[in-house]
């Protein structure tokens, strides 16, 4: 069932130091620990691309990612198996409403199967653009790339703090569960910000939550990697992108993930359990904007 609930900025009401000081719980981590779970996430999904020969690799939800990986993806027109490392919490190009002839941006595009769907939906006329920190995704991207024979499709290396991309090019900017894995996640949105058109839209596909994360979860990097202890709450996610100049908030789907089969620790299951039984939720949600 799709969900559509619209979000204006009077709408959000401010959460202390959640969303109106200049610390925030995406602020919260210190520049080293930044430079841990970059490494940590880099390697996590580099062993991911090498492994997709076989089969072997697994994303969000290591060992259970059927828990968190839509089920209609193969669905969508321009699906690449080859491409389809069940990697997603969603499904960002069933609300990007893509135009022929659009230039569309993938953050994070792994082995490029949003690109590809994207490339399907925006024809020869258009262009894409993915960009994704991995350099064996990249190699896994542009080889799938020269299987499908796209001209139009090109893949960068890249963070989403610092894209290699100009300001102001690109119509449609898509993501599918990366900014869940970036430490500095106002200064991702600050650069998706630059890169759209006045006027551009996002569809983005991420993990949030809902109640209190406990510290001990935030502090793992095990279930960073994992894409739990990346994640901040709804409303701040939302204030994030209010405040970044963004409008026309929605969240199109909104689902809870359940959390069996994540990389932890006994203390890590711990805490997520005490989390789970004070009523705290880890959701998967879709949401769409507009830049001003």
């Known amino acids: 069932m799709i969900t559509t609930i619209e979000i204006e900025k009077e709408d959000v009401a401010c959460c202390g130091d959640d969303c109106c000081s200049d610390t925030s719980e995406a602020e919260s981590l210190e520049t080293a620990q930044e430079s841990d779970i970059k490494i940590a996430v880099k390697e996590n999904y580099g062993r991911i691309a090498d492994a997709a020969a076989t089969g072997a690799g697994c994303g969000c939800g290591c060992g259970d990612s059927k828990s968190i990986a839509p089920t209609k993806y ?5 699906y690449a198996i080859d491409a389809d490392l069940g990697l997603g919490c969603g499904l960002p190009n069933q609300f990007a409403e893509l135009q022929d002839g659009e230039f569309v941006l993938d953050l994070g ?6 690109a590809f769907i994207s490339r399907k939906a925006v024809g020869e006329a258009g262009s894409v653009v993915g ?23 090109d893949f960068r ?32 949105f600050a650069e998706l910000f630059r890169v759209l058109k006045t006027g551009g839209r996002f569809s983005i596909s991420d993990i949030v939550y809902s109640g209190e994360l406990p510290q001990s979860v935030r502090d793992s990097v095990n279930l960073y990697v994992g894409c739990v202890a990346g994640a901040v709450s709804l409303e701040t996610y939302v204030n994030m992108l209010l405040e970044t100049g963004f409008y026309n908030i929605a969240i199109r789907s909104i689902s809870t993930i359940q959390l069996d089969g994540f990389t932890a620790t006994d203390d890590d299951e711990k805490a997520v359990a005490e989390f789970l039984e004070s009523g705290g939720r880890v959701l998967s949600i879709t949401v769409t904007g507009d830049r001003a």
């Open 157 to 188: 290396l890249g963070e989403l703090e610092d894209l290699p991309v100009e300001t102001n090019v690109v119509d449609v900017a898509i993501s599918n569960c990366v900014f869940n894995l970036v430490p500095d996640k106002r200064k991702a």
């Open 74 to 78: 193969n669905q969508m027109d321009g």
């Open 131 to 153: 960009v994704d920190m991995t350099p064996s995704m990249i190699e896994l991207a542009n080889k799938n790339k020269a299987k499908l024979g796209y001209s139009n499709v």
């Open 109 to 114: 595009s792994g082995a490029g199967l949003d």
